[in-house]
């Protein structure tokens, strides 16, 4: 009697235990189930899409470069024996600034002028002879043979000896000189680099919309934090007629460096186009953007709920960008809350602009 009373307890304790365990199941599996929220409202706030004046000037970024830019390089193997520059000399269009040794040259070309003087005399001897009937036609073509290839060959030493000055190419500046006089070059080697900043260059990309209101020779102003408050005045000089994969076309601007102030290659400075001209264009902040301006598309409200909406965007102005098309003035996009949105969210507004 006592065994069958020990085996109903445990069997009890047992039954206990698994109703406890099925219970607490249960209970877990009620908390893992997802919560239907697409019939929540989110809470945004939206503004109303609108035109706003947009004045057509604009600036954009960018660093100088030079007009001209050359290495200079010799053309000849060969000790240099003269060297007469230093970095930031200023050197003139066709100044000679060095020379490579040509002492052996210059004694081969005494040699061949000599040679040269002599066949000269026996090609004019030979035609008076001829004209006196005391030469052949042929003796005076063969001394003319002779007198000619001597003198092409007194030219060719006289080329090689020419080609032994180093000269400059352009007027400008000395920069990166790496030879000194007594070393010896191979040809092409550079010795130095002449750089001329009379005129700077400036290379900035325009969107197609302001590609199109700009012509070659239009005035612009260029300034600097180098010098603050003060423009300097630019020429646009070149519009590629072709635009990148983002429709943006490379323009260059011209800049005179010869003021007061002078600007050196590789400073970051702001090219400012002008226009008088002003329209109304429809603008909205920056901040409807979903995922910014890689990837532009806003919320649009529509009843109750939002439609997910690409737009093209056109210029920036300050927090606000222009919308090229996607939006009309009137409709109501989100300015905040997108994070928790999905095309076709329902909506409870907040805010309204």
């Given at each position: 009697m006592k065994k069958?009373?020990?085996?109903g307890?445990?069997?009890?304790?047992?039954?206990?235990?698994?109703?406890?365990?099925?219970?607490?199941?249960?209970?877990l599996?009620?908390?893992?189930q997802?919560?239907?929220?697409?019939k929540i409202?989110?809470?945004?706030s939206?503004?109303a899409v609108?035109?706003?004046?947009?004045?057509?000037?604009?600036?954009?970024p960018?660093s100088l470069?030079?007009?001209?830019?050359s290495?200079?390089?010799v053309t000849?193997?060969?000790?240099?024996?003269?060297?007469?520059?230093?970095?930031?000399?200023?050197?003139s269009?066709?100044q000679?600034?060095?020379t490579?040794?040509?002492?052996?040259k210059?004694?081969?070309l005494?040699a061949v002028?000599?040679?040269?003087a002599?066949?000269?005399?026996?090609?004019?001897?030979?035609?008076e002879?001829?004209?006196?009937?005391?030469?052949?036609?042929?003796n005076?073509?063969?001394?003319?043979?002779a007198?000619?290839n001597?003198?092409i060959?007194?030219?060719q030493?006289?080329?090689?000896i020419?080609?032994?000055?180093?000269?400059a190419?352009?007027s400008?500046?000395i920069?990166n000189?790496s030879l000194?006089?007594g070393?010896f070059?191979?040809?092409?080697?550079?010795i130095?680099t002449?750089?001329?900043?009379?005129?700077l260059k400036?290379?900035?990309y325009?969107?197609?919309?302001d590609a199109?209101?700009?012509?070659?020779?239009?005035?612009?102003?260029v300034?600097?934090?180098?010098y603050?408050g003060?423009?300097?005045?630019?020429?646009?000089s070149f519009?590629?007629?072709?635009?990148?994969?983002?429709?943006?076309?490379?323009?260059?601007?011209?800049?005179?460096n010869?003021g007061?102030?002078?600007?050196?290659?590789?400073?970051?400075?702001?090219?400012?186009?002008?226009?008088?001209?002003?329209?109304s264009?429809?603008?909205?902040?920056k901040i409807?953007?979903?995922?910014?301006l890689k990837?532009?598309?806003v919320?649009?409200?529509?009843?109750?709920?939002?439609?997910?909406?690409?737009?093209?965007t056109?210029?920036?102005?300050?927090?606000?960008v222009?919308v090229?098309?996607g939006l009309?003035?009137?409709?109501?996009?989100?300015i905040?809350g997108?994070i928790?949105?999905?095309?076709?969210?329902?909506?409870?507004?907040?805010?309204?602009?």
């Amino acid at each position: 009697m006592k065994k069958i009373l020990i085996i109903g307890g445990i069997l009890a304790l047992v039954a206990i235990i698994t109703l406890r365990l099925i219970s607490n199941k249960k209970t877990l599996n009620e908390s893992k189930q997802v919560v239907d929220r697409s019939k929540i409202p989110v809470s945004v706030s939206v503004i109303a899409v609108e035109e706003k004046p947009l004045n057509s000037s604009f600036q954009l970024p960018a660093s100088l470069d030079p007009i001209e830019e050359s290495k200079i390089a010799v053309t000849v193997a060969g000790k240099i024996t003269r060297l007469s520059i230093e970095n930031g000399s200023r050197v003139s269009k066709g100044q000679v600034i060095g020379t490579i040794d040509s002492q052996l040259k210059q004694l081969n070309l005494e040699a061949v002028e000599l040679s040269e003087a002599k066949l000269k005399r026996d090609y004019e001897r030979t035609k008076e002879l001829y004209e006196g009937k005391a030469a052949t036609e042929t003796n005076v073509i063969d001394a003319k043979y002779a007198y000619d290839n001597k003198r092409i060959e007194a030219d060719q030493i006289r080329k090689q000896i020419a080609d032994g000055n180093i000269i400059a190419p352009f007027s400008g500046i000395i920069s990166n000189k790496s030879l000194n006089v007594g070393e010896f070059t191979n040809v092409g080697t550079v010795i130095a680099t002449v750089v001329n900043i009379q005129k700077l260059k400036a290379v900035v990309y325009v969107n197609e919309k302001d590609a199109y209101r700009l012509q070659n020779g239009q005035n612009v102003s260029v300034s600097t934090d180098v010098y603050p408050g003060q423009e300097f005045k630019g020429k646009i000089s070149f519009i590629s007629p072709k635009g990148d994969a983002a429709h943006n076309y490379l323009v260059e601007v011209l800049i005179d460096n010869n003021g007061k102030n002078i600007l050196k290659a590789g400073t970051y400075v702001l090219v400012k186009f002008r226009s008088e001209s002003t329209a109304s264009v429809i603008q909205i902040p920056k901040i409807a953007l979903a995922e910014g301006l890689k990837n532009p598309y806003v919320y649009v409200v529509n009843g109750n709920k939002v439609a997910s909406r690409k737009i093209i965007t056109g210029r920036e102005v300050g927090e606000y960008v222009e919308v090229v098309s996607g939006l009309k003035t009137g409709e109501q996009v989100v300015i905040n809350g997108q994070i928790n949105l999905t095309n076709g969210s329902i909506i409870s507004i907040v805010g309204n602009k």
